[in-house]
């Protein structure tokens, strides 16, 4: 029988939910220690029925599926030599209730849990930390998660520009996140606050407000 991952290496910092906003914040090392010259991408996976998935239960005959109430968001960045900001794109999916290419399809509609790319992502490799890039997004969270009060995360970055690299979260035996597998993904208990040391986000050009929650990657 599969089993939901376990939680990931995430520090979440929330008091209350006031807002219905979730903001991410991801510290990772660049390419090199020059400053710009960094591309990559980060894929977000998202389980917004998380209670469900642990009770082997989902919206697909197959529990393990990504479902409709699913995310996934593809975010490619690139930052010029010397440069400090990085140009963004971004594509969100909802599940598809398939293995493969069919495990995610187009939104066609349904609600999109990354509002406004333009203003909702923000990825930097900052003057005063050369050698990393801070990657920021604020995500609205659907009622059903806020009730829920629990999240399935997933995340895997990949840097494309001179020397390669991969991070994962989880990191598992099955190389995960499977983009195919909801329970490969992390749980997150967004009413349990627990703080990290290191990185302190800026989310410089979101609004953040003082009781948001908070999920620090380092």
Same mark, same amino acid.
């Not at 690139?78 to 399809?105: F, H, L, M, P």
């Not at 009730?147 to 970055?157: C, F, V």
């Not at 597998?181 to 627990?194: G, Q």
């Given at each position: 029988?599969?089993?939901?991952?376990?939680?990931?290496?995430?520090?979440?910092?929330?008091?209350?939910?006031?807002?219905?906003?979730?903001?991410?914040?991801?510290?990772?090392? !660049? *390419? *090199?220690?020059?400053?710009?010259?960094?591309?990559?991408?980060?894929?977000?996976?998202?389980?917004?029925?998380?209670?469900?998935?642990?009770?082997?239960?989902? *919206?697909? *005959?197959?529990?393990?599926?990504? !479902?409709?109430?699913?995310?996934?968001?593809?975010?490619?960045?690139?930052?010029?030599?010397?440069?400090?900001?990085?140009?963004?794109?971004?594509?969100?999916?909802?599940?598809?209730?398939?293995?493969?290419?069919?495990?995610?399809?187009?939104?066609?509609?349904?609600?999109?849990?990354?509002?406004?790319?333009?203003?909702?992502?923000?990825?930097?490799?900052?003057?005063?930390?050369?050698?990393?890039?801070?990657?920021?997004?604020?995500? %609205?969270?659907?009622?059903?998660?806020?009730?829920?009060?629990?999240?399935?995360?997933?995340?895997?970055?990949?840097?494309? %520009?001179?020397?390669?690299?991969?991070?994962?979260?989880?990191?598992?035996?099955?190389? !995960?996140?499977?983009?195919?597998?909801?329970?490969?993904?992390?749980?997150?208990?967004?009413?349990?606050?627990?703080?990290?040391?290191? =990185?302190?986000?800026?989310?410089?050009?979101?609004?953040?407000?003082?009781?948001?929650? =908070?999920?620090?990657?380092?």
């Amino acid at each position: 029988m599969h089993r939901a991952a376990p939680p990931g290496a995430l520090g979440l910092l929330t008091e209350a939910n006031l807002t219905n906003s979730l903001f991410v914040a991801i510290r990772v090392q !660049g *390419s *090199s220690i020059i400053q710009g010259n960094e591309a990559g991408q980060l894929t977000v996976y998202l389980d917004g029925s998380r209670p469900l998935t642990l009770s082997d239960v989902g *919206s697909c *005959s197959a529990p393990q599926l990504p !479902g409709a109430e699913d995310r996934r968001l593809i975010i490619t960045y690139a930052i010029t030599g010397k440069g400090s900001t990085a140009t963004v794109s971004a594509t969100e999916q909802k599940g598809g209730c398939a293995t493969g290419s069919g495990a995610w399809v187009s939104l066609a509609g349904a609600t999109a849990w990354l509002v406004n790319a333009a203003t909702d992502i923000k990825i930097k490799e900052p003057f005063s930390d050369t050698g990393f890039v801070h990657i920021e997004l604020k995500l %609205s969270l659907p009622a059903a998660v806020i009730t829920d009060d629990r999240l399935g995360l997933g995340l895997q970055r990949v840097t494309t %520009s001179l020397a390669a690299s991969e991070e994962r979260l989880p990191a598992t035996d099955a190389g !995960g996140p499977l983009s195919d597998d909801v329970y490969t993904w992390s749980t997150i208990e967004l009413s349990m606050p627990a703080r990290v040391s290191g =990185f302190a986000p800026t989310m410089a050009g979101l609004a953040l407000p003082d009781r948001a929650p =908070f999920l620090w990657v380092k």
